[in-house]
């Protein structure tokens, strides 16, 4: 039903459309520059899942087929071979090799227990390098008496002294640490290069193909390597590891340069800032002279790819909720190569300058692009959701921006049904974001569009703390979060309020993680919302640092708990919870580790002593999220909808305590 009360039109995008919807990424280019490889995804809807494909098509988008099922596609150095990642024996994900060639003959040339990541081949071709989690068993031995014979006794427990506590997503303990193998492009046994008490993340050849460049903190406590790590070099041969970079804060994605002079990474000094962008820096081969690049642009860089000629280093960039491509000169010189709304990430670049990547705007779902990045007009190569999208009338999408406290600009998006009329009312959704430091942009929304196309209007925005926005904006809520963040949110519903086409008695809010943390503060702090949806949230911070996956929540706040609980109880909503009036949903995965489901249970406990009306969600089959499986993704959207229809005006009581 739509917001109105009557069926969608025919010429809407419709929930039942989802299933037919697919998605592409990770294009690249065959070495001669005549092919791209990319994946293709889709749904199963018998299985209730995503299955991903490699296709192949000419570098103008001719003769686009399927090529094999996997994803992680990379062509060999020569373009007579293909990897890939796909299942395979004895189970679970396992790199496979194809032939190009006319027989196109497949070869699985792992059998491994965890899943590989980052597969590149070495330059010879010889070589597939790839990362792998090493379980790493605690030996505590205590005087167990023999068990009987035949005696099923309780398996051990595991024993964790080494690292702070992490669950994986089977509910264990992660005892292990990632690291670099190698194996034959053949076939054969994969080999271990590097080990120790510390990960080795990402890995990228040197040119003459002797080492490989990885990112660790060779410290204890390496699963925070997000505030110091430094860049490595392990020689194949020997195992023989030196260290490039001896920086106090993190630095990371080692990229050689073509000739092997030079590498670029990214990276920042050390900061108690929750937020800090990295800048681009380039070094010697050794780690000597090295100089920071891009340290003015204030965005970190992402993507970075050498320009064929070794002139400098071209970069993704996220900024005011688009995403596009730049470049930056061995000078510092750095300017944007594509300008626009929309969201480009290019992920390959040829040796004749032509770039392939994927794009999206507000009103194009996600393709293949390819273009010259020295002429960049782009053009769009594949058009994989054409035939849902046929006939169909699509919301639009306006950017605003506001002023909020402190003279905060503050950046948002009005989504508005296709057939939008200004001298009418329509109910509004806010719409919050999560990380808290992450950032909404510009692309292809599926839920947004269905939402509009039952009659909502959206409103997204940037918070203080968003990305995309300089370091001190993402570092505005350091210690004093939620804050004044949610004066932005409210400052972006009253611009919206005051263009008078909103019912004001049907304003309506939600968020999942760091926008279910907001929603949830935001109904303990205002009654002016008719209904809430708070997905996955934190509600109570004292419970919530100890038990969850993600480190360094403790660093949040100026001071452990233990020491000082004040500002711990001061930013959890459960701390507000008296106030509540509005109708509150919670919506978390039963397998949530990132924001356990303890945090729901214990807000929805609070409203139900509270008499506020209140519903638990819990999805089965999801972690973090509630929309991972196909069918959980209608199930959100709908059952959302469901509750916002059944309360059409805010609480009359007021709040007034703060």
Known sequence: MTAQGSTPPKDRLTIADYFNWEDVSNPSLSPDGRQVLYTRTWIDQLNDRRESAVWLMNADGTKNRFLVKGSDARWSPDGTRISFVAPGEPGGAQIWVRYMDAEGATTQI?????????????????????????RQNEDWRIAMPTPPRGAKWTEPPRVVQKVRYRADRQGFLENGLRQLFTVPADGGTPRQITSGDWPANGNAWTPDGASLLFTSNRVADAEYSWRQSDIYAVNVASGAITQLTKRNGPDNGPVPSPDGRYIAYTGYDSTDATW??????????????????????????????????????YFNVEQEGARNLYFVSLKGDVKPVTKGAQVLTVTDLGKSFLAVGTMSNASKPTDIVAFDVRTPTVKQLTDVN???????????TEEVWFTSVDGFRIQGWIVKPADFDPSKKYPLMLEIHGGPHSMYNVGFSFARQDHAANGFVLLYTNPRGSTGYGSAFGNAIKNAYPGKDYDD?????????????????????????????????????????AAASANCPVTNWLSFVGTTDGPGWYNNFAKYPWDDPTEHLKRSPLMYVGNVNTPTMLMTGVNDLRTPMGQTEEYYEALKIRKVPTAMVRFNNEWHGTSSTPSNFLRTQLYLRSWFERYKQPPTTKITQE
Do not use: Q
Request: glycine share 14%.
């Open 110 to 134: 792992t059998r491994l227990s965890e899943s590989p990541s980052d597969v590149e081949w070495s330059p010879d071709g010889k070589t597939i390098a790839f990362g792998m989690l090493v």
């Open 276 to 313: 800090k962008d990295a800048a681009m820096y380039v070094m010697d081969a050794n780690g000597a002279n090295p100089r920071a690049l891009t340290e003015k642009l204030d965005r970190t860089p992402s993507g970075m790819m050498w320009a064929p000629d070794g002139s400098g280093v």
């Open 386 to 396: 054409g035939d849902v999208l046929a006939g169909k009338r699509l919301a639009t």
């Open 489 to 529: 949110l409210m400052a972006g519903v009253d611009t919206v309020i005051n263009r008078g086409f909103v019912d004001k008695n049907r304003l309506y809010v939600f968020g999942c993680s760091g926008g279910g943390v907001l929603t949830s503060w935001i109904v303990g702090h205002t009654n002016r919302f």
